[in-house]
């Protein structure tokens, strides 16, 4: 067994590092890897655009106790009973899934659907505590058990849970009542405006999680930062109980022969432990290590790879080498079925497409996509930058809005803090430069550094020149790890050739990364490369850009292009070559590789030789 002991001066590096990072909402983490019952099937909805379940005719909310709410009236008592509502299977829906995609009246459906499921549960006759957890709800999710309100969560692409109420939960008849709102709102996240579709629903899988009375609720664990470099490396991280408690916990990652008895102070503890065997995460080679944490009375396995991610001198850094970021952005939907992606075969679809682009990165848009993904991108190797729905003109003013952004930003680290592929968390997309905005995203810089400091912070910023030096100067540039930009040459302005009379810098000397840059194609429409929305203008667009990527300087550190499919979007209506696409994927809404596909494809390819010699 390789270990040393803590050393005085590590136990305190440690100490205020836990107290900056550790885990500070209620959210079990590694749910896919515990005692679940699934809720995930059929469920019985009512569609109520004037939320009259949920307010009466003075537009008070209704009493949970009142009969007259929808979510308390499993049955119909007697006859005489006026009753204007009522869950039948007539009224089907599938969970996970959004609404939208599930019957033609929800495609541009936007407000309250009420959800329910009746269920009977082997409760057994241990004493655990049972917690109902969501993958996620877009937007807005009331939620109600056998009656009784079990609590409210906004957000719609972070999971959530709350503790069901000891003895709430019956062997037989419970019935679980969701009020599920996907309305847009000026003080939300995002906000009224996005270049994507609104689907709503319960978008990802529902979950009975049980645990024992104490329970490990979260845990991190992380190659310690500049240790790669050494023999012997180190795996630093803490875990949190869900109370306090004195605990004797179990930290073991066999493959290594490590094995580490912790004693629990309060809700939590440090720790570091060393090996010199360690192989580090890569996406050329992604091991995973089996890590098993245990406590008298729960055991939770997960997976977990360990590398280091940094910048030095401007230069983006994977253990010890420079990196360069072949990416593709993607949106968190299966096109050929419209429909959001919810599941393991949805992320190995999604990432699989990547793959063959030779893709080694993936910019996941504009919003935490699910943990399916996230854990597959661990496997297969492919990095990952996540971020939350801070887009375009959030109400950058309010404290309010900021102190939601705050909660999406915790509850996207919370889930994935232990996935080695996440290298970046982005705080946000396009804002606008103004004093307000800046401080506002800074903030949420600052928080994601707080929780987390062993990953790099970004923000896609905006570039509209069209020709000369770009110089990046936004001054939140000043705060991100890396200058992250989306530029459109030749598509917002120009045409693909002026990509030829622009080079770029930036007054931060830190890597540039372009987060986006796209063209539309509409597939199987074939032109001349001048005529625009044509596969061959598409095409021409992305040669150009390879044309002015090959001039980038040094600090150039890769790219994310918009985009892997083509993707549903309210805001594009072209009858002919749009309707309702957003038609700059690299693949057409049936999979089908554009030619632009081939353009990027050969550079990633070239590029990737490059930085294995
Ligand atoms: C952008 C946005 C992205 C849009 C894209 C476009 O800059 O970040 O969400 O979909 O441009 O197609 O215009």
Redesign the pocket.
Known sequence: MKEIKISLLFALIAISFFTNSQAQSNLITNVLNRKTISLNGIWQYIIDPYETGFYDYRREERNVNDREAYWNTEKFDNKTDRKEFGFTDKYAIKVPGDWNSQADKFMYYEGTVWYKKSFDVDLGTSSERIFLHFGAVNYRADVYLNGKKLGMHKGGFTAFNFEIPSKLLQAKGNFLVVKVDNKRSIDEIPTIN???WNYGGITRDVNLVFVPQDFVQDYSLQLAKGSYANKAKTIEGWLKLNRKGQEKVTLEIPELKIKRELTVIGDSVAFNVKSSTIRLWSPKSPKLYQVIISTKNEKIVDKIGFRNIEIQAGKLILNGKPVFLRGISVHEEIPDQVRRAYSDQDAQHLLGQAKELNANMVRL??YPHNEYMTRAADSLGIMVWSEIPV?WTIDFKSADVLAKAKTQLEEMITRDRNRASIIIWSVG??TPVNADRTLFMSKLVKKAKEMDQSRIVAA?L?SFGIQGVQTIEDPLGEFTDVVAV?Q?IGW?GGLPDNSRKVSWATKFDKPIFFS?T?AEGFSGFHADSLTRYSEEFQEWYYREQVGMFKRMPANFAGLSP??LNDFR?PRRNHPIYQEGW?N?GLFDHNGKKKKAFYVLKAYYDEMEKLYDK
């Open positions: 996005t270049d994507w848009a504009h887009y997309n396009e896609a905006e989306n459109y917002y986006e796209g918009w985009i979007s957003n700059k």
